[in-house]
């Protein structure tokens, strides 16, 4: 009954995709049902990442659409028909392909792009983006700790990162160190395999626990300067990349939310209590219609900065709206999805409590919502109320 009622999308965003890229989505969306969804709980619940999936992930071919010719509009749908299946899997994606491959599109060198670039968009090699640390999330920027040393052809690496998703078994990492030399920021290519190198999974999480989080340690290693990103000599690099997978963030609480308004509308409407379908009390309806306007609303802004991306205008205030608006949506859309459930909403049986664990991790990473909106805020007022 439910699949032929209208979709979270009310309004019909998807229809402003290229006739091409909605028949692409329409094969995320068969490949997700197929081959995610019936499995994804089963997975965050045994905190383990599915391996076995990734030859026929790769097999969708969008590793970074936008370098394909893609729209940044269909871009973010395909990340946000990711999440709505599993939060997890979806931000496997976007750390390995649109942090560490675009991370090679943009600043690899030739050399570096020859060895590696293919593989890592075929997903036979894996990659991770290594910038927090234990000390400094928000203000690493300034506080970055992990040091670079140049010795002739190699440099030294020391220090420590954490929360690195795909941490534990990616091949290589795209590393953030500070040049003692000059103290400015570079970018490196890490073997993860390298001597020097610990990786230590990260446990007890409530939320993306298919996510193989990781701390790393760094211990005198050296890294050849060849596998040193050229073109990055300034943190203004990493905001390029941040720019894009933070917008990208923003299409997860879209995600986060068509999965809550998909789950809890089926809920209510095969739930029977007190001789009818809950979901013709007033008041779950009134919730339902909320969860659908929230996402509406967070689908129109990301739209709208897609298309701003398009025309080269998006810039870090937008980032930050985009993804504080969108996450701050989704916490009361996810937080009506669990209370229509009642009980059941606390239990991964029914797919809600994963659902609503989940966007507590996307509430806070890629700059918490407070950090986001001071950044819009500064651009409001023109006064920084941070550092």
């Not at 009622?5 to 068969?30: I, M, N, W, Y």
């Not at 160190?177 to 000059?182: G, K, L, P, S, V």
């Not at 990260?202 to 073109?231: M, P, S």
């Not at 298309?307 to 810039?315: C, I, P, S, V, Y």
Request: net charge negative; charged share 20%; proline share 2%.
């Amino acid at each position: 009954m439910t699949s032929q009622l209208p979709t979270a999308d009310f309004l019909g965003f998807e229809g402003l995709l290229a006739s091409h890229e909605r028949e692409k989505l329409q094969d995320v969306r068969d490949f997700l049902a197929k081959e995610v969804a019936p499995c994804a709980t089963e997975w965050w619940n045994r905190a383990e990442f599915p391996h076995k999936i990734l030859p026929k992930l790769a097999g969708l071919g969008l590793s970074t659409p936008v370098q394909q010719g893609y729209s940044h509009l269909f871009s973010g749908l395909v990340i946000a028909e990711l999440t709505r299946a599993d939060t997890s899997i979806a931000t496997f994606f976007m750390v390995h392909h649109d942090l560490f491959v675009e991370a090679l599109h943009t600043f690899g060198s030739e050399n570096q792009k020859t060895r590696l670039l293919q593989d890592a968009m075929d997903l036979k090699i894996t990659g991770a983006f290594a910038l927090t640390e234990p000390l400094h999330g928000s203000d690493v920027a300034g506080g970055m700790e992990t040091t670079a040393t140049r010795d002739g052809d190699t440099w030294i690496i020391n220090g420590a990162k954490r929360w690195i998703g795909n941490g534990t078994f990616c091949d290589y990492m795209l590393l953030w160190a500070r040049d003692t030399e000059t103290g400015g920021v570079r970018g490196f290519i890490l073997d993860a395999t390298l001597p020097g190198v610990t990786r230590t999974a990260i446990a007890h999480k409530i939320a993306l626990r298919t996510v193989q989080n990781a701390d790393i340690t760094l211990t005198d290693v050296r890294i050849a300067e060849t596998d040193r990103f050229a073109g990055i000599d300034s943190f203004n690099d990493t905001r390029q990349l941040l720019l894009g997978s933070r917008i990208l963030v923003g299409w997860q609480a879209v995600g986060q939310q068509l999965a809550a308004f998909d789950v809890a509308r089926q809920y209510a409407v095969e739930r029977h209590q007190f001789g009818r379908p809950i979901a013709g009390f007033q008041l779950v309806q009134d919730q339902l219609v909320t969860m659908m306007g929230n996402t509406t609303a967070s689908l129109a802004v990301m739209a709208r900065v897609a298309h701003l991306r398009e025309e080269g205008a998006a810039d870090m205030p937008q980032a930050a709206f985009a993804k504080s608006f969108t996450t701050g949506r989704m916490r009361e859309t996810v937080a009506l999805g669990r209370g229509i459930l009642g009980g059941n909403g606390i239990v991964t049986d029914f797919r809600m409590a994963k659902i609503f664990a989940d966007a507590e991790a996307v509430y806070t990473y890629e700059g918490a919502y407070e950090i986001n909106s001071l950044i819009v805020g500064r651009a409001l007022t023109g006064i920084s109320a941070f550092a």
